[in-house]
């Protein structure tokens, strides 16, 4: 076998490998020959049928199966002569074998994995929140829990923000309705924010019964590509204004949140656990997103063509998973197009490799005590923690996960021992994602 390599891009390679087809012959041969051992044939008895007709019938199958195999087997030996790192999957292109040929030429496109050469770190500043959650917080939380559990009743006076509003309502544009413009029996929570402020604002201050028109443009950046930037005209009949009842902080409140006897003491700690840990999560998370991100800005990487293309793929096979589960039918040869995911594929595929080069460069694996301990924090939040944990050492798919995980941390305390770090208390309903 020889092969011959040159480089047609910054990643793409492409080999040139050829093979004595008298390899091919003989590999043919020795194939037909253990088929004439066992191939059933009629008019002949089991391993005596001869090998001039089992060439005749199955020599062209054998022949093509021999090619394929040399071929892959040939590219895998080429390139590990070549101590080549091979990203994707190549794409073969064979010359035809004419008669009296003696070698079998084929070439083999392919990308390589990039160098990468994770960059200074010295100078970035990463913002590290601070936040300890204290009975302020647990207070706070329990309020929101109420709202969340809150009943309504109907009210004659004029909607205020944290009333429910049921209402019909009829958008146009140019006269004309659009996708979503109109709904009947609505119910809408005001000051929720899901509306646009300026439908919000209109409805501040209706009664039940009243009906009104007026006109709003939708924003430039609307999610709907139809109506962004238009101007609308909407007509709006509440049919009923129902002002929210909190449940009081009791006994029976406790019990809905899993407190067995109700000990208000006890249901306190329990959210106050909770409230720790989801806390602690998103303080890890909003560092390890700036630690990311300044990753991949002081690196300089070009992602294999491939490897965006195939996480673009795994990207929207999970875009259809997730519109299926929310009852959404997207027939299958109706593509989700591949530019929605480009950029979140590039990212990805740049973090996983530069990644990868700082936890093998820094020896940042994940410790057998790291994912126990991870482990059994998780477990905390469950009224049976030994179980939980044993559920996870009973998968090593649920472990790999974990493991994952852990790798993330050590690369994140990593990059921060190196980083310019500033601690800075956050607030908490904004760390928490609360609508004040």
């Known amino acids: 076998m020889q092969a011959n390599l040159?480089?047609?891009?910054?990643?793409?390679?492409?080999?040139?490998?050829?093979?004595?087809?008298?390899?091919?012959?003989?590999?043919?041969?020795?194939?037909?020959?253990?088929?004439?051992?066992?191939?059933?044939?009629?008019?002949?008895?089991?391993?005596?049928?001869?090998?001039?007709?089992?060439?005749?019938?199955?020599?062209?199958q054998v022949r093509q199966e021999v090619i394929g195999d040399t071929l892959e087997r040939s590219f895998g030996d080429a390139v590990r002569q070549q101590n080549l790192k091979v990203a994707g999957y190549p794409r073969f292109e064979a010359k035809p074998l004419t008669e009296g040929a003696l070698e079998f030429e084929y070439s083999a496109t392919f990308e390589?994995?990039?160098?990468?050469?994770?960059?200074?770190?010295?100078?970035?500043?990463?913002?590290?929140?601070?936040?300890?959650?204290g009975e302020a917080e647990v207070d706070r939380t329990l309020d929101i829990m109420r709202r969340q559990r809150a009943s309504f009743e109907a009210v004659d006076r004029a909607a205020e923000n944290g009333?429910?509003?049921?209402?019909?309502?009829?958008?146009?544009?140019?006269?004309?309705?659009?996708?979503?413009?109109?709904?009947?029996?609505?119910?809408?929570?005001?000051?929720?924010?899901?509306?646009?402020?300026?439908?919000e604002r209109q409805l501040a201050?209706?009664?039940?019964?009243?009906?009104?028109?007026?006109?709003?443009?939708?924003?430039?950046?609307?999610?709907?590509?139809?109506?962004?930037?238009?101007?609308?005209?909407?007509?709006?009949?509440?049919?009923?204004?129902?002002?929210?009842?909190l449940p009081e902080i009791d006994a029976e409140f406790a019990r809905k949140l899993g407190v067995a006897d109700g000990d208000l003491t006890k249901m306190r700690q329990e959210v106050r656990e909770n409230l720790e840990r989801e806390v602690r999560m998103r303080l890890k998370n909003r560092v390890k997103d700036q630690v990311m991100q300044a990753l991949l800005d002081v690196t300089r990487l070009e992602a294999p063509k491939s490897?965006?293309?195939?996480?673009?793929?795994r990207l929207q096979a999970l875009a259809r998973q997730d519109l299926?589960?929310?009852?959404?039918?997207?027939?299958?040869?109706?593509?989700?197009?591949?530019?929605?995911?480009?950029?979140?594929?590039?990212?990805?595929?740049?973090?996983?490799?530069?990644?990868?080069?700082?936890?093998?460069?820094?020896?940042?694996?994940?410790?057998?005590?790291?994912?126990?301990?991870?482990?059994?924090?998780q477990a905390q939040s469950y009224e049976k923690p030994e179980e939980v944990v044993k559920w996870f050492y009973a998968s090593p798919e649920r472990l790999r996960e974990i493991e994952s995980g852990v790798?993330?941390?050590?690369?994140?305390?990593?990059?921060?021992?190196?980083?310019?770090?500033?601690?800075?208390?956050?607030?908490?309903?904004?760390?928490?994602g609360h609508r004040k």
Not at 166 to 189: M, P, R
Not at 206 to 212: A, L, N, Q
Not at 408 to 427: F, H, M, S, T, Y
């Open 6 to 60: 040159e480089s047609i891009g910054l990643l793409e390679r492409r080999l040139s490998v050829t093979v004595p087809v008298a390899e091919i012959d003989g590999e043919v041969e020795n194939r037909l020959k253990r088929m004439s051992r066992t191939v059933k044939m009629h008019g002949f008895r089991p391993g005596k049928v001869p090998l001039k007709v089992v060439a005749q019938q199955y020599a062209s």
């Open 112 to 133: 390589v994995y990039p160098e990468v050469a994770p960059g200074d770190l010295s100078q970035v500043k990463i913002v590290r929140p601070l936040l300890t959650p």
């Open 163 to 199: 009333d429910r509003l049921t209402l019909d309502y009829k958008g146009t544009i140019d006269g004309n309705e659009f996708a979503g413009s109109s709904a009947q029996a609505s119910a809408v929570l005001l000051g929720e924010g899901r509306l646009l402020p300026d439908f």
């Open 205 to 245: 201050g209706m009664k039940g019964g009243e009906s009104k028109a007026f006109e709003l443009r939708f924003p430039d950046d609307y999610h709907g590509r139809e109506v962004a930037g238009r101007d609308a005209r909407f007509e709006v009949a509440v049919k009923e204004v129902a002002a929210a009842r």
């Open 307 to 313: 490897l965006v293309e195939a996480e673009i793929q």
């Open 324 to 377: 299926a589960a929310r009852g959404v039918a997207v027939k299958n040869d109706i593509p989700i197009p591949g530019q929605m995911f480009e950029q979140q594929a590039r990212r990805r595929v740049g973090l996983g490799l530069i990644l990868g080069e700082v936890v093998k460069a820094n020896a940042l694996y994940a410790k057998p005590e790291q994912v126990r301990a991870v482990v059994e924090e």
């Open 407 to 432: 790798v993330e941390e050590n690369v994140v305390a990593w990059v921060l021992g190196r980083a310019q770090v500033e601690d800075k208390p956050v607030d908490f309903d904004e760390l928490m």
